[in-house]
């Protein structure tokens, strides 16, 4: 028998319809099957395809303020994804009503509390993730002395040129353990043209990889004229800083907007900057999306609008 369950297709991490990253939110009340999780995950063919369900058996998704939450790529589940958060909480609050002013989800990265924020944004409470500096035997660098020094793996720097153009200089590099994704500061005089140029060779970092230390690349810069280097908003306020993110080892050569890798990258210039409030922009080209960011002892607090492009019906 055919069962049928809301679906939406949102736009995360902006103000503009096919701006952001999509994520595709199912509103199933019951666990399913890992293959099935899966076999959805890859029908939608996004990013991310997030699945609740409530865990109040009395309680219904416009009621409940506690549900279970699980994120899938087009390949495989994955432990933290901030847009698709977003765009969950966005349909629960937005489109299904929610009468909670604050949703708790359980999920494979702890307790995730997200509640609105006043103004129609969500905020969501995320982990912060502590950072190594790695070390590289043949990259002429210094070590970013605010974090530990780690030796990097051999191959890594390798892995780093698939996205990075040697003529770039590499300010930096940091490891979130925990996160298993690293961070790459570039040269600050970079430009958006620049930035945005940067190309991943997906299949020669699957080549040189298998995801079982690095899970995604994060590609970030202060930059030091926002305004000349074209690092600033619609309204003209500048970016803190910006960023771009590759993920092939999760089947995703490329993410428009990433709130897990926030929980790395801000910490980073939160460090280095000592700002505990920070604008960031994720430059992925004909997408972008922006970021408010706020450093909360050792959690990140993201602050972001949605907008839905999609409301449809699942059937399986």
Same mark, same amino acid.
């Given at each position: +028998?055919?069962?049928?369950?809301?679906?939406?297709? #949102?736009?995360?991490?902006?103000?503009?319809?096919?701006? =952001?990253?999509?994520?595709?939110?199912?509103?199933?009340?019951?666990?399913?099957?890992?293959?099935?999780? !899966?076999?959805?995950?890859?029908?939608?063919?996004?990013?991310? /395809?997030?699945?609740? !369900?409530?865990?109040?058996?009395?309680?219904?998704?416009?009621?409940?303020?506690?549900?279970?939450?699980?994120?899938?790529?087009?390949?495989?589940?994955?432990?933290?994804?901030?847009?698709?958060?977003?765009?969950?909480?966005?349909?629960?609050?937005?489109?299904?009503?929610? #009468?909670?002013?604050?949703?708790?989800?359980? *999920?494979?990265?702890?307790?995730? *509390? &997200?509640?609105?924020?006043?103004?129609?944004? #969500?905020? +969501?409470?995320?982990?912060?993730?502590?950072?190594?500096?790695?070390? %590289?035997?043949?990259?002429?660098?210094?070590?970013?002395?605010?974090?530990?020094?780690?030796?990097?793996?051999?191959?890594?720097?390798?892995?780093?040129?698939?996205?990075?153009?040697?003529?770039?200089?590499?300010?930096?590099? &940091?490891?979130?353990?925990?996160?298993? =994704?690293?961070? &790459?500061?570039?040269?600050?005089? /970079?430009?958006?043209?620049?930035?945005?140029? %940067?190309?991943?060779?997906?299949?020669?970092?699957?080549?040189?990889?298998?995801?079982?230390?690095?899970?995604?690349?994060?590609?970030?810069?202060?930059?030091?004229?926002?305004?000349?280097?074209?690092? #600033?908003?619609?309204?003209?306020?500048?970016?803190?800083?910006?960023?771009?993110?590759?993920?092939?080892?999760?089947? &995703?050569?490329?993410?428009?907007? *990433?709130?897990?890798?926030?929980? /790395?990258?801000?910490?980073?210039?939160?460090?280095? *900057?000592?700002?505990?409030?920070?604008?960031?922009?994720?430059?992925?080209?004909?997408?972008?999306?922006?970021?408010?960011?706020?450093?909360?002892?050792?959690?990140?607090?993201?602050?972001?609008?949605?907008?839905?492009?999609?409301? =449809?019906?699942?059937?399986?």
């Amino acid at each position: +028998m055919t069962k049928t369950y809301p679906a939406y297709t #949102v736009d995360a991490f902006t103000t503009e319809r096919f701006k =952001g990253n999509p994520a595709a939110v199912c509103l199933i009340p019951e666990k399913l099957t890992e293959d099935q999780y !899966h076999k959805i995950a890859a029908e939608f063919n996004l990013s991310e /395809t997030a699945f609740l !369900h409530p865990l109040d058996p009395s309680s219904d998704f416009k009621t409940c303020s506690k549900f279970s939450l699980r994120w899938f790529t087009p390949t495989n589940e994955v432990p933290l994804c901030g847009h698709a958060t977003l765009a969950t909480s966005h349909v629960l609050f937005n489109e299904i009503g929610n #009468v909670n002013s604050e949703i708790h989800f359980e *999920t494979k990265s702890g307790v995730l *509390t &997200v509640k609105k924020d006043g103004s129609g944004n #969500v905020e +969501m409470n995320f982990p912060k993730y502590e950072l190594e500096s790695l070390k %590289f035997e043949d990259l002429v660098h210094q070590p970013d002395e605010h974090f530990p020094e780690a030796p990097a793996p051999s191959f890594l720097i390798d892995v780093i040129h698939c996205v990075i153009p040697s003529k770039i200089s590499i300010e930096s590099v &940091v490891y979130a353990p925990k996160y298993g =994704g690293i961070v &790459v500061i570039v040269d600050p005089e /970079t430009t958006k043209t620049e930035f945005e140029a %940067f190309k991943i060779d997906s299949t020669r970092a699957l080549e040189l990889h298998d995801g079982s230390y690095v899970r995604g690349i994060s590609i970030s810069l202060r930059p030091s004229n926002p305004l000349a280097q074209g690092f #600033v908003d619609a309204s003209g306020e500048p970016y803190d800083y910006a960023c771009r993110y590759f993920g092939p080892w999760d089947g &995703v050569n490329e993410d428009p907007a *990433t709130g897990s890798a926030q929980c /790395t990258i801000a910490p980073y210039w939160g460090k280095v *900057t000592g700002k505990t409030e920070l604008y960031g922009f994720q430059a992925f080209p004909t997408r972008g999306a922006q970021f408010r960011i706020r450093l909360q002892d050792d959690r990140v607090i993201l602050n972001g609008s949605s907008l839905t492009v999609l409301r =449809g019906e699942i059937n399986f």
